[in-house]
T-cell receptor
């Protein structure tokens, strides 16, 4: 079935470092792809999304490009801040389906 | 007030007890979901509902049941709780946007089964 695989954490970076969290997917058809973020003690919230190949989602300095040829949706940010410390989840919504499949999550800690 | 509200936020119970987690939403969404979060496993879908008369099993429905009492309310029950049901449970909603809809999550209900 459709699924996502994301890099294992935890990831620890210094403030202003470059961030990449890898995510690859397996799907039939044309899924929509998402990154969700979970701050400590909170529920998940949408960070960004892309609904078709070559789309780039962006929000709060984060970006991810829907790459059909490599079945990837890697999350990047050029300069992380302490406030970016959270758990990041890659997710996939299969085409014509109201289900959402999540990766295992990657915990990011940014140190001053 | 939160758009998706879960109660209780924290619960400690004993093996064999019946537990109900409740979810209510003010977003007007038809679709509601229950997920379970465990460290290293991400979120796994327990049940979901597309309207009041529609209930669907997810990936890990065994040991759980749900009730969609109204469009805005979706409750999750553990008929006889066991320790491996200790987890963080999330309710979520989704609107009708085909193929692009995002999930809106509650703040979670942490359940500990002793």
């Amino acid at each position: 079935g459709d699924s996502v695989t994301q890099m294992e954490g935890p990831v620890t970076l210094s403030e202003e470092a470059f961030l990449t969290i890898n995510c690859t997917y397996t799907a039939t058809g044309y899924p929509s792809l998402f990154w969700y973020v979970q701050y400590p003690g909170e529920g998940l919230q949408l960070l960004l999304k892309a609904t078709k190949a070559d789309d780039k989602g962006s929000n709060k300095g984060f970006e991810a490009t829907y790459r059909k040829e490599t079945t990837s949706f890697h999350l990047e940010k050029g300069s992380v801040q302490v406030s970016d410390s959270a758990v990041y989840f890659c997710a996939l919504r299969p085409y014509n389906n109201n289900d959402m499949r999540f990766g295992a999550g990657t915990r990011l800690t940014v140190k001053p | 007030d939160a758009d998706v509200t879960q109660t209780p936020r924290n619960r400690i119970t004993k093996t064999g007890k019946r537990i109900m987690l409740e979810c209510s939403q003010t977003k007007g969404h038809d679709r509601m979901y229950w997920y379970r979060q465990d460290p290293g496993l991400g979120l796994r879908l327990i049940y979901y509902s597309f309207d009041v008369k529609d209930i669907n099993k997810g990936e890990i429905s065994d040991g759980y049941s749900v009730s969609r009492q109204a469009q805005a309310k979706f409750s999750l029950s553990l008929e006889s709780a066991i320790p491996n049901q200790t987890a963080l449970y999330f309710c979520a909603t989704m609107g009708r946007a085909v193929n692009t809809g995002e999930l809106f999550f509650g703040e979670g209900s942490r359940l500990t089964v002793l």
